[in-house]
């Protein structure tokens, strides 16, 4: 039986050299911040049971506990830097072990994120990220940074990972192609880092957040924070591949409200439209125009035809269903 130690050793202590003055091995690692640069920290918590189903694949999983992390950092236009991981294991498995990190690293190496810290112990299925990333002061995009007149702004697609959780908890028959194609954006999110760090460099006001509860519900999230309100266009929500092929109403309940998208939502001034559009470019990631900001608080729902819509939708809230 491995110690904690040899695990560490083994599966999440590597050969090669990274940002850090002093990596995993000491009491705390030693970072050396780029001079007048901002740092950006957050962490994420993902729970058997609750963020993923017992048995989930080791290897996808590995990748989307970091990516969760790293979309926040991509929320905030900040580029990674490094990361810690608390992991609790119910025993050693080394092929679990093995895919976990390979996972994991597979994603870090892309985005040049080095662990450099954390925690191992007996315990119930569960891993928590903290990631450290860098922004320039003044350009971190925060959530009360909307402003009226902002046009609002989706990357990707939304609703396919919502689609998979319906075809696993059987909610609804789904073909099983389809059920695959929904899945892999259920288990293998893509942070948005490029394009949040391109929409940071951009000279005008914005905000932005990460889609993980659902657009409604994040949405609600910048309102609060600047103070204003939003007319979305719900037929304009762009649906994931799989949902695409859905009825008109799944497709509106599920882009509005699915959750675990991992998209940005972002808003920028109306007179911006080609900047947007070649920062997305630069990104090699497509964007959506699906709303506007209004000064007039609350949210306002309409369909392709300026319509409003009567929704009861709400975002994802783990203390809310009890
Ligand atoms: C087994 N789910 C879990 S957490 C979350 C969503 C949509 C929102 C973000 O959470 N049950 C299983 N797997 C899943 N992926 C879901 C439910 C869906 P947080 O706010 O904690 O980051």
Redesign the pocket.
Known sequence: MLSEFDLIKQYFRRARAGNAVLGIGDDCALLAPTPGMQTAIST?MLIE?????AGADPRMLGHKCLA?NLSDLAAMGARPVGFTLGLSLPGVDPEWLEAFSNGMFALADLHDCELVGGDTTRGPLAVCITVFGEVAPGHALRRDAARAGHDIWISGTLGDARLA?AGYWKELAIDREQHALAATR?HMPEPRVALGRALAALPVAHAALDI??GLVGDLAHILDASKVGATLGVDALPPGPALARQPLALRRRFTLAG??DYELCFTVPSSQRDAVLAAAAMAHTPVTRVGTIDAQPGLRLVDAAGKALQMDVKG?D?FGEE
Not at 49 to 53: D, E, I, K, L, S
């Open positions: 994420d049971g609750r963020h993923f189903f969760v959780l259920m993980s509860d959750g675990d994802w783990h």
